[in-house]
């Protein structure tokens, strides 16, 4: 029987095939889901910050889009996946609320700026992305199937997207 | 250098922040009272500071939909505040303000979604005014800026915040309540220098 892997916030897991893997309630920060198709190694980290150098209490990987993906990429490795193989699904970044505040643009733009950076750090490890669900206005629940490669989002009042 | 490590925490600091958090949720408490003329007690808020991972369920399910207010705070404190009152609870007040059945379930309208506005904005007025005057310090509150969505999704914004500065949040729980509950959280996020402005404005 398959099982269902919960990632927290600032938190990663590796997935091996057959289970699935999930985080809850994504608002600005961006799930990556990454996948080797071949030994279907699956893995999901749910970042919150950008970049890791800007910050300087930063000893959580996982709570960082360039130390979190380096991570789960090293620890899906360590269970199998072939580093050279990986493609990525990524959803999240939304901006949950309407700020207009040119004073706090830093906030603002905080998901874009997530976004923003896991496609860069996904792009210098040679990781292609094979879909994406990311920006507007609302939270989202994710889950990746190590099984199909199917990234399930759900969010309130919409219908169910598989990416 | 700030003196303030929430990672490192002591007892006084964190005795300060919940008195502050008592305090401020009381004001909040009266104020919405008198909003919607009726009777509600508080209870003891909880204050707690917790591991992101924790934050949404510590307070319901992270998919479990929540009304959202958040605000920046400027003047000698610099920051934000979010308050989160929990879909049902937000759906009493409501029917409350508007003179409707307080059973009524169905989704908020845009009248609605200014009622709240104006709910948010008195409870986060009454926490700040008492925040404000129990440190004389001079805080001026923006617009708030309402969203409805999962708990986990709305909880991400003040915990990025939080982020910066380490890996935990610091929340106050309030539950009001008479015969209905109504469940309410505020989290205060002050940056990094505005922790010692406050401590040192107590004398601490």
């Given at each position: 029987m398959?099982?269902?892997?919960?990632?927290g916030?600032?938190?990663l897991?590796?997935?091996?095939?057959?289970?699935?893997v999930?985080?809850?309630?994504l608002?600005?920060?961006?799930?990556?889901?990454?996948?080797?198709?071949?030994?279907?190694?699956a893995?999901?980290?749910?970042?919150m910050?950008?970049d890791s150098?800007?910050?300087?209490?930063?000893?959580?990987?996982?709570?960082?889009a360039?130390?979190?993906?380096?991570?789960?990429?090293?620890?899906?490795?360590?269970?199998?996946?072939?580093?050279?193989?990986?493609?990525?699904?990524?959803?999240?970044?939304?901006q949950?609320f309407?700020?207009?505040?040119?004073?706090?643009?830093?906030m603002?733009?905080v998901?874009?700026?997530n976004?923003?950076s896991?496609?860069r750090?996904l792009?210098?490890m040679?990781?292609?992305?094979?879909?994406?669900?990311?920006?507007?206005?609302y939270?989202?629940t994710?889950?990746?199937?190590?099984?199909?490669?199917?990234?399930?989002?759900?969010?309130?009042g919409?219908?169910?997207?598989?990416i | 250098?700030?003196?303030?490590?929430?990672?490192?925490?002591d007892?006084?600091?964190y005795?300060?922040?919940r008195?502050?958090?008592?305090?401020?949720?009381?004001?909040a408490?009266?104020?919405?009272?008198?909003?919607?003329?009726?009777?509600?007690d508080?209870?003891?808020?909880?204050?707690?500071?917790?591991e992101?991972n924790?934050?949404?369920?510590?307070?319901?399910?992270?998919?479990?939909?929540?009304?959202?207010?958040?605000?920046?705070?400027?003047g000698?404190?610099?920051?934000?505040?979010?308050?989160?009152?929990?879909?049902q609870s937000?759906?009493?007040?409501?029917n409350?303000?508007?003179?409707r059945?307080?059973?009524?379930?169905?989704?908020?309208?845009e009248?609605?979604?200014s009622?709240?506005?104006?709910?948010?904005?008195?409870?986060?007025?009454?926490?700040?005014?008492s925040?404000?005057g129990?440190?004389?310090?001079?805080?001026?509150a923006?617009?708030?800026?309402?969203?409805v969505?999962?708990?986990?999704?709305?909880?991400?914004?003040?915990?990025?915040?939080?982020?910066?500065?380490?890996?935990?949040?610091?929340?106050?729980?309030?539950?009001?309540?008479?015969?209905?509950a109504?469940?309410g959280?505020?989290i205060?996020?002050?940056?990094?220098?505005?922790?010692?402005?406050?401590?040192?404005?107590?004398?601490?």
């Amino acid at each position: 029987m398959a099982e269902m892997i919960k990632v927290g916030m600032a938190d990663l897991k590796v997935c091996p095939y057959p289970n699935a893997v999930t985080t809850l309630g994504l608002g600005s920060c961006v799930g990556i889901a990454l996948y080797d198709p071949v030994t279907k190694v699956a893995g999901l980290a749910h970042i919150m910050l950008p970049d890791s150098t800007q910050i300087r209490n930063n000893e959580n990987k996982a709570k960082f889009a360039d130390t979190g993906i380096l991570e789960l990429v090293e620890q899906m490795v360590k269970a199998g996946a072939n580093k050279s193989r990986l493609v990525a699904k990524i959803a999240g970044g939304a901006q949950m609320f309407a700020f207009q505040n040119a004073n706090n643009s830093d906030m603002v733009r905080v998901g874009d700026r997530n976004v923003e950076s896991t496609k860069r750090v996904l792009k210098t490890m040679n990781i292609r992305i094979l879909s994406e669900d990311t920006g507007l206005n609302y939270g989202r629940t994710v889950e990746f199937y190590s099984e199909t490669g199917d990234f399930v989002i759900k969010s309130v009042g919409k219908p169910i997207k598989t990416i | 250098m700030s003196k303030v490590n929430l990672n490192e925490i002591d007892n006084k600091y964190y005795d300060v922040l919940r008195e502050i958090g008592n305090i401020g949720a009381g004001n909040a408490t009266t104020a919405l009272a008198q909003l919607l003329n009726m009777k509600l007690d508080m209870r003891v808020p909880k204050v707690e500071l917790l591991e992101f991972n924790k934050l949404a369920e510590t307070i319901c399910g992270e998919e479990d939909i929540v009304v959202g207010i958040y605000l920046f705070l400027e003047g000698d404190i610099n920051g934000s505040m979010m308050f989160m009152l929990e879909e049902q609870s937000s759906h009493i007040l409501v029917n409350h303000l508007m003179g409707r059945d307080t059973t009524n379930m169905e989704p908020f309208n845009e009248m609605d979604f200014s009622a709240l506005q104006e709910i948010g904005n008195i409870i986060t007025g009454a926490y700040l005014s008492s925040l404000s005057g129990l440190t004389g310090l001079y805080i001026n509150a923006s617009v708030p800026y309402l969203t409805v969505d999962m708990a986990g999704a709305i909880l991400s914004v003040p915990a990025i915040e939080f982020g910066k500065l380490g890996d935990r949040a610091l929340l106050i729980e309030t539950e009001f309540g008479d015969d209905i509950a109504i469940n309410g959280y505020f989290i205060l996020i002050p940056d990094m220098p505005s922790y010692d402005v406050i401590l040192k404005s107590l004398g601490i």
